[in-house]
Structures are given as C-alpha cells and as structure tokens.
C-alpha cells in the first residue's frame, strides 16, 4: 500500500516518543536526587524534632500553612472567609496530586480524606462554627500525624 | 480489502479517520486538555463533580448525536466527540474510585473485561474489527462503546500504575512512551492491525495523562513547571490547527471528487 511514501511519519513519531522520555528522563533524575539528598538529611536528625518537619509526601507546609490560616478565620467566627480561603487549598492539593500520589498514594489517600470534612463543612448550606473548628482540627492534625510518621 | 467498494470510496465513506501520525498526536493532547478542562469546572470554578459530570454527559450526548447524523467524516465533530468521551471516560472511572469506593483492581479488571466485551460482540456481528469502514450505524456504536471503554480502562490502568507502583508522571510518560513504541513496531512487523490499533488506543490515554502532568507540574515535583493553563492553551492551539488542516483537506478532497 502506501507504506513506503508515509514511512517519513512513523520515523518522526519514534524520534518524537525518543526525545520525550529522554526529556522525561533527565527531569527525574534530578527529581530523585534532591528527594535521596532530603531524606538523608531527616534520617540524621530523626531523634530531635525539627521546624520543618517533611513527610513521606515530601514538603507539605504550603498545604498546612493555608489549612491553619483557615482554622485561624474560623476561630474568629468568619466562615464566610475561611469559606474563601479553603478553595485556595483545595486548588493547591488538587494541581499538585500528580507529583505528591506517587510519593505516597496511602498518605495522599488520608490526607485527601481529610481534605473532603473541611470543605463539606464549610461549604454547607447553614455552616456552623463548631462542625468547621473540628473538621479544621482533624484536617491539623492529619497533617502532623504524617509529618511526625518519619 | 472490499470488493464491493474501491478504496477511494470506502475513504470517502469512513466517518472516523485513519490512525496516521496527526491522528495521535490529536489524541493524545485531547487527553490532556479533555481532563485539565474537566478539573477546571469541577474545581476552579467551583461547579463541582456532580455538576461537571452532569454538564459534561449532556455535551457528549450532543456530541455523539451530531456525529451519527453526519453522513460523512467531518474532523471538527469526530474530534469534539473525542474529547467529550475521553472527559466522561475518566469520569466514570473517578467516580468509582472516589465516588464509590471501587477498589482500581477490581476497575480496571471490569474494564478489561467490558472491553473484550465489546471486541467480541462487535466481531460477532461484523466479522471485522476494522476501523477503515466505520459507516453503518451499529459499526459506529461498536466503535464508539470500543473509545468510552478504552478511556475509562487507561484511566484505570494508568491510576492502578500510579497507587500499586508509585509510577510516577515522568516514569510514566517513560513506560507508557515504550509500550506504545513496542506496539507500533509490532505492527510495523506485520502484526494484527486492529489489535496493534486500539492496544494504541488504550496506552495513549495513560500516556498523554502522564505527558500532561510532565508540563504542568511544578518544577519542585519534577515537572516542567508550565502550568494548567498554558499547557491547556499550548495543546488546544495544537489541536485546533491539526483538526482545522484536516477539516480543509476533507474539503478539498470533497470537491475534487465533486469535480471528477
């Protein structure tokens, strides 16, 4: 048939498919280095706690640092603001699950369960400052739970 | 080949187009954009799963009832059907998972199945898998069933690759890339067309996902740090001009026939 005339596109999407792992490659290489250098660093000073504490997930203190700036507004009785301030958490969590699920589905899974109460709560049709305070305090402690788990 | 018809009329008969190099390369971006749009609606714009899937199952609908009713391949209408289906694809695969609670082994091993399904009844039916005469209505609903399934399956599998192997995105788009590669030599090599075809069809979905999220995610996760909405606008501008060079030719190729 026509094999000979269109032999030109296979070879391009070979060298297409080639270049993109290649790419693929290199970026993870990198990315396994600072995770290796990272847990080493935690693996030396386990015994003492640490202010920045990492998880298995890695990094999570931009998750928790909205997340206890929420709890904040709801201790002040603004549910209609902390109501505004969560969507930028669960924006954050959602556009990085693609890098943070691979590192640890299990500890993803709870957190991402946790996630789900708070946002329930505070976007419920009357919301009510006690449901947030302990949705908000169980999503905290979720947090630490993973971050002391090393 | 088919005796009754010449080639040149059964190309002009075909409403699906044939597996050339644009044709996945349109694929597999429609993976991406299909699930960065559905994200985007569910999330940042604050519509929800439950509306999004709603809205996003009556587009479809629409979608799939203006291509039967073409009576020819017209790109624009075959493509937007495969974006819908590629969104409600991983949809119904995240609404078991999340929704539901399904277990991903129990998911992608019912796709699987459904899918061998769906190959069985259709060669039943037609004695062929071919895609090169997709042109009555039950052939189209073969092949259209054959698409929904094998997005939901890849969604499964690649989800399963990620949860059960810690696959993440860039040894995903690394292993998924080979699969593909090692499917086209197989049928380079003479293997069986259909099945090499939607083998193809199934790894893409996974593949084009991982491809996605090696754009979008930020450099801290080992991404390339673009972003949702710039890959989306990249991709979507890509797409727009392959299906736009395509809809073109379709019509020139209409009035030469016209002309003969």
Known sequence: ?150 | MNTLTTPSASNWLNKVPEAALSFWIIKIMCTTVGETGADFLAVNAGFGQGMTRTVMGALLAVALFMQLRTRRYTPWIYWLTVVLVSVVGTQITDLLTDGLGVSLYVSTSAFAVALAGIFAVWFWVERSLSIHEIFTRSRELFYWSAILCTFALGTAAGDLATEALGLGFTWGAVSFGTLIALTYAAFRLGGNAALTFWIGYILTRPFGAALGDLLTQAKTYGGLGMGAMWTSALFLTVIVMLVAVAQFSVGSRMNAHAAE
């Open chain 1, 1 to 150: 048939m026509h094999h000979h005339h269109s032999l030109i596109r296979p070879v391009a999407a070979l060298s297409a498919i080639a270049l993109l792992s290649l790419a693929a490659g290199c970026s993870k290489s990198t990315d396994t280095g600072t995770v290796g250098s990272a847990s080493i660093a935690t693996s030396q000073t386990t015994s003492a706690p640490q202010a920045k504490a990492t998880s298995k997930l890695g990094d999570l203190s931009a998750f928790r640092n909205i997340a206890a700036d929420v709890s904040a507004i709801v201790d002040k009785g603004d549910l209609p603001a902390a109501k505004a301030r969560i969507k930028d958490l669960e924006v954050a969590w959602d556009s990085a699950e693609a890098g943070l699920k691979p590192r640890a589905a299990d500890d993803w899974h709870r957190l991402d369960k946790a996630i789900d109460p708070a946002l329930s709560a505070l976007r419920a049709d009357a919301p009510n400052q006690t449901d947030c305070k302990k949705a908000m305090a169980d999503l905290l402690s979720t947090f630490d739970s993973l971050q002391a788990k090393l």
